[in-house]
């Protein structure tokens, strides 16, 4: 069965450094999704992506974070310059159509020093 | 807004039934259902979209009360693969984000 994959599974970045987190979503799948997670906490939605652009954002995504897809595969999470609070578990998810089941990948962990 | 799940945590043995609520104060255009083990991705259940619709998938089923804004998961004959914490994700009219509710945690024992 087809499946969203992510990498890397764990990045240990030193504050202030720049991130790149990875995720190609399922082929058909035209809506790509990255949420976070804390640490024994809930899943937040960071930032959906439709048509090679950003279609809805929270207000956790600032301007630190930026989304691309820069081939056919792949859908990078950059983080400009990481603080503490980055902290977390990121998932990315991909869905073939709006309002159909979101596909998780298995996360990054990230952790900031 | 993030939608309310009842109860916060939830112990069964093995063959017990249990319902876990999810409740918005906002509208709703679709419900899905995740379960997540410790350390490993949220899995995607069931979705259920406006119109008050009930699924299932094996032993577990769910709801959806589009005047109460309002879903139901139904967990019967509990099985110990059960376990974990169970997540409602709730989609408004005109967004395609899923806001997370804090979650459920069930535990099935022996």
């Known amino acids: 069965e087809p499946e969203v994959t992510q990498t890397p599974s764990h990045q240990v970045t030193q504050m202030g450094q720049e991130v790149i987190l990875r995720c190609v979503p399922i082929s058909n799948h035209l809506y790509f999704y990255w949420y976070r997670q804390i640490l024994g906490q809930k899943v937040e939605f960071l930032v959906s992506?439709?048509?090679?652009?950003?279609?809805?954002k929270s207000e956790i995504f600032d301007d630190q974070f930026s989304v691309e897809r820069p081939d056919g595969s792949n859908f990078t999470l950059k983080i400009r310059s990481t603080k503490l609070e980055d902290s977390a578990m990121y998932f990315c998810?991909?869905?073939?159509?709006?309002?159909?089941?979101?596909?998780f990948g298995d996360g990054t962990r990230l952790s900031i020093l | 807004q993030q939608p309310v799940q009842s109860p916060q945590a939830v112990i069964l043995r093995e063959g017990e039934d249990a319902v876990i609520n999810c409740s918005s104060s906002k509208a709703l255009y679709s419900v899905h259902w995740y379960r997540q083990k410790h350390g490993e991705a949220p899995v995607f259940l069931m979705i259920?979209?406006?119109?008050?619709e009930q699924k299932g998938h094996e032993k577990i089923s769910a709801s959806f009360n589009e005047k109460k804004q309002q879903s139901s998961l139904y967990l019967t004959a509990s099985q110990l693969s059960y376990s974990g914490t169970y997540f409602c994700?709730?989609?408004?009219?005109?967004?395609?984000?899923?806001?997370f509710g804090s979650g459920t945690r069930l535990q099935v024992q022996p």
């Open positions: 259920l979209l406006k119109g008050g």
């Open positions: 994700g709730t989609e408004g009219t005109g967004r395609r984000a899923l806001t």
């Open positions: 998810a991909s869905s073939r159509q709006a309002n159909q089941p979101q596909h």
């Open positions: 992506f439709y048509n090679n652009e950003i279609s809805e």
